[in-house]
């Protein structure tokens, strides 16, 4: 559940704090398992009250999600900013993706958790903003020097669901985040056997 800190901050308004409580409780129990009921009941008001901000719960999913999409992106950004190389750059922006997923609570844990075909009738709005995000790393992807048989697509897709499973893994105080994300690139990169030596 989301603490009393979180969803209780003065500082916060009460569509904030619907946001806070509503987006701390789909990724931790997904989109079905959370009922508008439970929303309220972490934030402390009436089911009433939720819906004087929000039409519906897929709406605050919408707004959780592009608020969680628009964060990862300014973070992607801000990470490979300076970076002089595409493989440099990709191995920012896997660190940037990781920080976010693994620290930083429930915006960018619901981008990952909850899928577009979860919830119909906003299936459409979610593809497009997860698109958003994901056009950063086919930018990046689509620069590596990599051989010609390799489909960058499914590279892309797996380097994705790499880093995304991680959160199922991970262990706070475990392998920091830039290990993570070098031996994932590095592995990519150069794969994992050793190389023979020559007759």
């Keep these: 559940m989301p603490t ?5 901050n003065p500082q916060l308004g009460g569509r904030e704090r619907i946001l806070v409580a509503a ?3 789909f990724a931790q129990s997904g989109y079905h398992a ?8 972490a934030v ?5 009250a939720i819906y004087a901000h929000f039409a519906s719960k897929s ?3 919408l707004t959780a999600y592009a608020q969680g999409v628009e964060r990862v992106i300014k973070a992607v950004d801000d990470a490979t900013a300076t970076a002089d190389e595409p493989w440099e750059r990709l191995e920012a922006a896997c660190r940037a993706h990781l920080d976010l997923l693994l620290y930083a609570g429930g915006l960018a844990q619901v981008v990952v958790r909850v899928q577009p075909d979860d919830v119909p009738d906003a299936a459409a709005d979610l593809v497009a903003l997860r698109d958003r995000y994901e056009k950063r790393f086919r930018a ?9 048989h390799i489909d960058r697509r499914l590279f892309r897709l797996t380097l994705m669901g790499a880093l995304n499973w991680s959160k199922t893994w991970y262990r706070p105080g475990g392998t920091d985040t830039a290990t993570i994300a070098r031996q994932i690139v590095e592995t990519l990169r150069h794969g994992a056997t ?4 020559a007759p």
Excluded: F
């Design 4 to 8: 009393a800190l979180q969803v209780q």
């Design 23 to 25: 987006t701390e409780l």
């Design 34 to 41: 959370t009922s508008i009921r439970d929303i309220a009941r």
């Design 44 to 48: 402390g008001v009436t089911v009433g």
């Design 59 to 61: 709406e605050i999913l």
């Design 140 to 148: 990046i992807v689509s620069e590596l020097d990599l051989a010609p």
């Design 194 to 197: 050793t190389p023979q030596a």
